[in-house]
């Protein structure tokens, strides 16, 4: 889905994009909802409060993510997306009173200094957006736009995870593409521009991928906690990289590497302290 935004280049608005990426999403979340049941009925609330927040927190990383990938390179967009998980296991903590076990705090901290290290390539551009040097200050603004986004989506990944507890998950992804849709619509006043044929393919790939990614998010979070998964989303780097280098020609830096092989570690980790705490569970039970 970023890839497509990227491959925008900015010559579409925002708000245009945030339009299409939730207007195509409702196909493929309408025959999800279709292979169910009754779509009335799956998608009933009784929650459009707490609907409203995950919209508005989710249009939020969604639009401060498109506009931090027109400053920067997707595989750096997508490092410093990881500074949500960090922000998620807080937010879990004290919001929805998990419990989050030393092993996971210690897996995303030591992550999240790997974001750091991949940041390192960009901090004297950060210190020229604040001293004023316009030439340099393009990193910086999407460095700002990319942690936006990350808290925007910690917020987001939250919510999901309690909207789970009361609602049906075809409800929390329905009204969430409703609602961006409405609020990317709600900006065709500031005036739009007709795409062309690429653009057009670029949107609706835009749209397909991220309607998929969001009802394969929501049913992940519906069966685990968001602290325990919020790990995962390091993995996506990998793909960023590859589709950077086959469809951007956009290598990464080393320090994106390096930064990687840290915030990969911290996630095996998880990973394997997690099933070494579960084993003696499933002994018990069987006994």
């Known amino acids: 889905m970023l890839a497509c935004v990227k491959g925008l280049g900015g ?16 196909f493929p979340l309408l025959i ?5 049941g009754n779509i009335l009925a799956l998608i009933k609330t009784k929650n459009i409060f707490g609907h409203l927040i995950r919209g508005f927190s989710g249009t939020g990383g969604m639009y401060f993510n498109y506009l931090a990938l027109v400053y920067i390179s997707l595989a ?12 998620t296991v807080v937010m879990a903590a004290i919001l929805l009173k998990e419990h989050v076990r ?7 901290i030591v992550g999240f200094s790997g974001i750091l ?3 390192s390539a960009h901090l004297n551009a950060t210190e020229s957006f604040f001293s004023g040097d316009a030439a340099s200050a393009t990193s910086g603004i999407g460095i700002m736009f990319a942690l936006l986004a990350a808290f925007c989506s910690a917020a987001s990944s939250v919510q999901i995870r309690f909207l789970n507890g009361v609602e049906k998950p075809g409800a929390i992804v329905f009204y ?15 005036g739009w521009p007709m795409p062309d044929a690429l653009q057009l393919l670029l949107l609706i ?3 397909f991928f991220g309607g998929m990614a969001q009802i394969l998010i929501t049913l992940s979070l519906r069966y685990a906690d968001a602290s325990l998964l919020a790990p995962f989303d390091y993995t996506t780097l990998v793909w960023s990289m590859l589709i950077g280098y086959f469809f951007l020609d956009n290598l990464p830096t080393s320090t994106t590497i390096i930064g990687a092989a840290i915030v990969a570690t911290a996630g ?4 394997w302290s997690e099933r070494r705490l579960r084993k003696p569970r499933i002994v018990r039970g069987i006994n």
Do not use: H, N
């Open 205 to 207: 790939g835009c749209g």
């Open 11 to 26: 010559g579409i608005p925002t708000g245009e994009v945030i339009f299409f990426r939730s207007f195509v999403a409702l």
């Open 32 to 36: 999800w909802l279709k292979c169910q």
């Open 102 to 108: 030393f092993s996971r705090w210690l897996a995303v």
């Open 268 to 271: 095996i980790f998880t990973i």
């Open 76 to 87: 750096d967009a997508t490092a410093i997306s990881y500074a949500a998980p960090l922000f």
């Open 176 to 190: 969430f593409s409703l609602m961006t849709m409405l609020i990317g619509l709600a900006t065709i006043f500031f």
């Open 117 to 119: 290290v991949m940041l």
